[in-house]
Nanobody
């Protein structure tokens, strides 16, 4: 089992920045690819970013490319999502997830473990 706990959400004005954290406990953290997803009200959960177990490979949704950065610290068992130039359309509940490999973690239905989510609200 892997337990994931997100933090760092909040209310920010458009153009601002937030950094989300996801602390993991349980099995060996570096064995898992990690991803961030988000879900806005009445919308489906969507992929945001993913990172390989070692941290060398990253993927981003087109909507966040150039604005968001995913990173991880395998000593501290934490994955981060740095969000810059935030837009009102980034408003959502953000979830971190873990999966066995990078290919699986980019699809929410393939992820094995989920956090409880953290709310991000961007005001215009």
């Amino acid at each position: 089992q892997v337990q994931l706990v997100e933090s760092g959400g909040g209310l920010v004005q458009a153009g601002g920045s937030l950094r989300l954290s996801c602390a993991a406990s349980g099995r060996t953290f570096s064995n898992y690819a990690m991803g961030w997803f988000r879900q806005a009200p009445e919308k489906e959960r969507e992929f945001v970013a993913a990172i390989s177990g070692g941290g060398a490979i990253t993927y981003y949704a087109d909507s966040v490319k150039g604005r968001f950065t995913i990173s991880r610290n395998n000593v501290e068992n934490t994955v981060y999502l740095q969000m810059n130039s935030l837009k009102p359309e980034d408003t959502a509940v953000y979830y971190c997830a873990a999966a066995a490999n990078l290919g699986r973690v980019r699809a929410w239905f393939n992820c094995d473990y989920w956090g409880q989510g953290t709310q991000v609200t961007v005001s215009s």
